[in-house]
């Protein structure tokens, strides 16, 4: 996507095609079904492109409220990449190779801190500053050509948006590649109450022994909800109709409530985060639900063909400040992953059979034609970043 991308399409029109989709029980959007190969999801081979493209898209990598004030600072790895975050004194954030300019250390451990002052690699000793530069050397006389000024830490295009920090990990690519990769569709859902400096809540990372693309691929049908999720959100929603708009390789999703189909709202009564589910998938592994209150982020990290690593974290208006509170926000959370876990079963059980040789293509509906698209749109930026 560059900057004259259009618009994010169809904005405000919800309403309309959520009648229409409602009257018809189909959404409004049909694509072309078709084929995919299995293959897809075991290659080592396309494991290895995939990873080479992903470092070339924004990730969000920690909620921003992770780093409260000037001089908190985060250390964690992502897609095998040590990364150094640090609230800096002007209150931006700066992303770093968490890799010393000396000899190639992890200057900081994983962990996290609020005071930072500097940062002093455990081999030698080299420091940084907060801001990256190097600021000491000890027994400097012995690097008799040094340019200090040339040795910081590399520094990470970074942006926070929706209460996140969104990192590319390709020190090559500057902030404005994040700006323009998240475009207008990142506008779109700051623009939402509450989204645009939500709080981080219960964040949680674990793994799934599943290909990454298997996560993706349930996120663009509604197809599976009547009978993944009968014993938990399933009789929330009107059946499988869901409205896709793309936004360059971004999608955002509205899934319909059964409120919607049997209050038929007027279009001034209604508010489409009570009517409906929306996701907002930002293009490769990123996925915010936005649900009538706060929102639900979560950010894939592929750890191998068949294994990949889930990052969770709620989005909350403020931090719950009472008992009360505490049990509501962790009664929703509970329901999303118990949620998501059906998914992943399905995901795991999906993995083992690939190998079996039944399938050499899956079939996918019209109405599931969202996951050819995004399959297509892989491929492009596989040919696109290697
Ligand atoms: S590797 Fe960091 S000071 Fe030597
Ligand atoms: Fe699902």
């Given at each position: 996507m560059n900057a004259a991308a259009p618009i994010f399409p169809r904005p405000v029109d919800l309403h309309e095609r959520a009648l229409q989709a409602v009257a018809q029980m189909r959404a409004d959007a049909q694509g072309q079904g078709?084929?995919?190969?299995?293959?897809?999801?075991?290659?080592?081979?396309q494991f290895a492109q995939e990873m080479q493209m992903l470092r070339q898209h924004p990730q969000a990598v920690a909620a921003s409220s992770e780093l409260a004030?000037?001089?908190?600072?985060?250390?964690?790895?992502?897609?095998?990449?040590?990364?150094?975050?640090?609230?800096?004194?002007?209150?931006?954030?700066?992303?770093?190779l968490n890799v010393c300019r000396?000899?190639?250390a992890r200057v900081v451990a994983e962990g996290a801190g609020d005071q930072a002052r500097a940062f002093s690699c455990p081999?030698?000793?080299?420091?940084?500053?907060?801001?990256?530069?190097?600021?000491?050397?000890?027994?400097?006389?012995g690097f008799a050509d040094l340019c200090k000024q040339d040795m910081g830490l590399r520094r990470l295009a970074c942006h926070e948006a929706a209460g996140l920090i969104w990192v590319l990990l390709d020190p090559q690519l500057s902030e404005q590649n994040t700006t323009t990769q998240l475009?207008?569709?990142?506008?779109?859902?700051?623009?939402?109450?509450?989204?645009?400096?939500?709080?981080?809540?219960?964040?949680?990372?674990?793994?799934?022994?599943?290909?990454?693309?298997?996560?993706?691929?349930?996120?663009?049908?509604?197809?599976?909800?009547?009978?993944?999720?009968?014993?938990?959100?399933?009789?929330?929603?009107?059946?499988?109709v869901q409205l896709v708009d793309e936004c360059g390789p971004h999608r955002r999703l509205y899934l319909i409530k059964a409120n919607f189909a049997l209050e038929q709202p007027a279009p001034d009564a209604f508010e489409p985060r009570?009517?409906?589910?929306?996701?907002?998938?930002?293009?490769?592994?990123n996925t915010v639900l936005v649900q009538p209150d706060h929102a639900q982020f979560s950010c894939l990290e592929p750890i191998s063909p068949e294994r990949t690593r889930i990052h969770e974290i709620t989005l909350l208006p403020q931090t719950p400040a009472t008992e009360k509170a505490e049990k509501y926000w962790q009664a929703n959370v509970d329901l999303y992953r118990r949620t998501l876990a059906e998914d992943y079963a399905l995901a795991e059980s999906?993995?083992?059979?690939?190998?079996?040789?039944?399938?050499?293509?899956?079939?996918?509906?019209?109405?599931?034609?969202?996951?050819?698209?995004?399959?297509?749109?892989?491929?492009?930026?596989?040919?696109d970043s290697n």
């Amino acid at each position: 996507m560059n900057a004259a991308a259009p618009i994010f399409p169809r904005p405000v029109d919800l309403h309309e095609r959520a009648l229409q989709a409602v009257a018809q029980m189909r959404a409004d959007a049909q694509g072309q079904g078709g084929q995919l190969p299995v293959a897809s999801y075991r290659s080592p081979e396309q494991f290895a492109q995939e990873m080479q493209m992903l470092r070339q898209h924004p990730q969000a990598v920690a909620a921003s409220s992770e780093l409260a004030q000037p001089g908190s600072w985060l250390s964690l790895t992502r897609l095998g990449t040590p990364l150094l975050l640090v609230r800096q004194a002007d209150g931006s954030v700066r992303a770093f190779l968490n890799v010393c300019r000396h000899r190639g250390a992890r200057v900081v451990a994983e962990g996290a801190g609020d005071q930072a002052r500097a940062f002093s690699c455990p081999y030698h000793a080299w420091t940084y500053q907060t801001d990256g530069a190097l600021r000491g050397v000890p027994q400097a006389e012995g690097f008799a050509d040094l340019c200090k000024q040339d040795m910081g830490l590399r520094r990470l295009a970074c942006h926070e948006a929706a209460g996140l920090i969104w990192v590319l990990l390709d020190p090559q690519l500057s902030e404005q590649n994040t700006t323009t990769q998240l475009g207008p569709m990142m506008q779109d859902l700051c623009a939402l109450a509450g989204m645009q400096q939500p709080v981080g809540y219960a964040p949680r990372s674990y793994e799934v022994a599943a290909n990454w693309k298997l996560l993706v691929d349930g996120v663009f049908e509604a197809y599976h909800f009547k009978i993944a999720h009968q014993k938990t959100i399933a009789a929330m929603f009107a059946g499988n109709v869901q409205l896709v708009d793309e936004c360059g390789p971004h999608r955002r999703l509205y899934l319909i409530k059964a409120n919607f189909a049997l209050e038929q709202p007027a279009p001034d009564a209604f508010e489409p985060r009570q009517y409906g589910n929306l996701t907002y998938f930002f293009f490769p592994t990123n996925t915010v639900l936005v649900q009538p209150d706060h929102a639900q982020f979560s950010c894939l990290e592929p750890i191998s063909p068949e294994r990949t690593r889930i990052h969770e974290i709620t989005l909350l208006p403020q931090t719950p400040a009472t008992e009360k509170a505490e049990k509501y926000w962790q009664a929703n959370v509970d329901l999303y992953r118990r949620t998501l876990a059906e998914d992943y079963a399905l995901a795991e059980s999906i993995q083992q059979g690939l190998a079996s040789g039944a399938n050499e293509h899956f079939t996918f509906a019209s109405f599931e034609y969202s996951i050819g698209r995004f399959h297509a749109q892989l491929q492009q930026s596989l040919k696109d970043s290697n």
